[in-house]
């Protein structure tokens, strides 16, 4: 099945404890994209770029298959700018430097040949933009959306009208506390779910994540990576798994969410190996597999008697 992905293309300045780069290959809809591209070989990405994307930029997402005729190239002005600082606690960054640049006027214009794409990414943009993106699109079978504290905080009411509208929505804990006003996770959970979204992934980071659907809560814990350099993207690329791996079997039951919890778990681990999208350029199919096994290897819980 195809998979639409709208959202950020980026240049992105990073500092981490392990290193710094200038500028590099970055964005939400080209991690979701990456990611998404070992599943299903019909990606297909809608964002803009400006005068200074590089060749090299664009032939890497082609290398992945990533279909870029929804990709507006706008030679008034820069491509998206983002620079961000971690700390040694990797959890938290600061943001130094976002300049919006041509992603300011961004208007998704979803290529006629995209329109009836069944699986839809919608990343980290302006609600009232993702719902524009659901209006073009005809029948799609499942849309998971992404937001961000900007959003909740500056444009609450248009998150709630998009948040009517998809199937799944991935946030972060602290995201989810603040859009549902309640400290508890599990009451959180239920009443983002009320919003309209049927299904609810919190990512904890380093800690893992949560799923939380009609059958209740799967929780799956992050991989044990011994070298983390750079979590820039992880998010993101955790949706991209997750939804490739759906859009690769279509079939939304309860049990196949959990897997692609699992594999949105595994791509994340990788992204995170190597600064910016370096890691994602060429996994093979067995580092994915390998890891899924190991994923379920460290989070099985022996049996015992029953007996106290
Ligand atoms: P993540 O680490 O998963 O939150 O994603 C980081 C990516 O989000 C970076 O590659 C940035 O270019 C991109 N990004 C940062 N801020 C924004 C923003 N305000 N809108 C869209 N994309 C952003």
Not at 148 to 162: H, Q, R, S, V, Y
Not at 274 to 302: A, C, H, V, W
Request: hydrophobic content about 35%; charged content about 25%.
């Amino acid at each position: 099945m195809s998979v639409l992905v709208v959202g950020s293309v980026a240049y992105d300045g990073i500092e981490t404890p392990f290193g710094k780069v200038d500028r590099t290959l970055g964005g939400s809809a080209t991690y979701i994209s990456l990611a998404a591209s070992y599943f299903v070989n019909n990606v297909r990405l809608v964002g803009v770029v400006g005068n200074d994307f590089n060749e090299q930029d664009m032939d890497l997402l082609k290398s992945r298959n990533v279909d870029l005729e929804g990709l507006q190239v706008d030679e008034s002005g820069k491509t998206f700018f983002w620079q961000g600082r971690y700390h040694y606690d990797l959890n938290s960054r600061d943001t130094l430097d976002t300049q919006l640049n041509v992603f300011e006027k961004f208007d998704p214009v979803i290529p006629e040949g995209y329109q009836g794409s069944k699986y839809i990414s919608l990343g980290n943009i302006e609600p009232s933009l993702q719902r524009k993106v659901l209006d073009q699109v005809k029948d799609p079978r499942y849309v998971v959306l992404d937001t961000m504290n900007f959003w909740i905080e500056g444009a609450e009411e248009e998150l709630k009208k998009t948040l009517s509208r998809v199937n799944m929505l991935i946030i972060n804990d602290s995201e989810a506390r603040e859009l549902a006003e309640e400290p508890n996770l599990i009451k959180a959970a239920q009443l983002i779910r009320d919003m309209g979204p049927s299904s609810l992934i919190i990512k904890k980071g380093e800690h893992g994540a949560l799923l939380f659907t009609e059958s209740g809560v799967f929780s799956v814990p992050a991989y044990p990576v011994v070298d983390i350099f750079d979590p820039t993207g992880a998010g993101d690329t955790f949706m991209g798994g997750f939804l490739g791996w759906l859009a690769d079997t279509n079939d939304l039951s309860d049990t196949n969410l959990r897997r692609g919890v699992v594999f949105g778990s595994v791509m994340a681990s990788y992204c995170v190996e190597e600064f910016g999208t370096s890691r994602l350029k060429n996994l093979s199919r067995q580092d994915i597999t390998m890891r899924y096994s190991e994923f379920k290897r460290i989070s099985e819980i022996p049996t015992y008697n029953g007996e106290l």
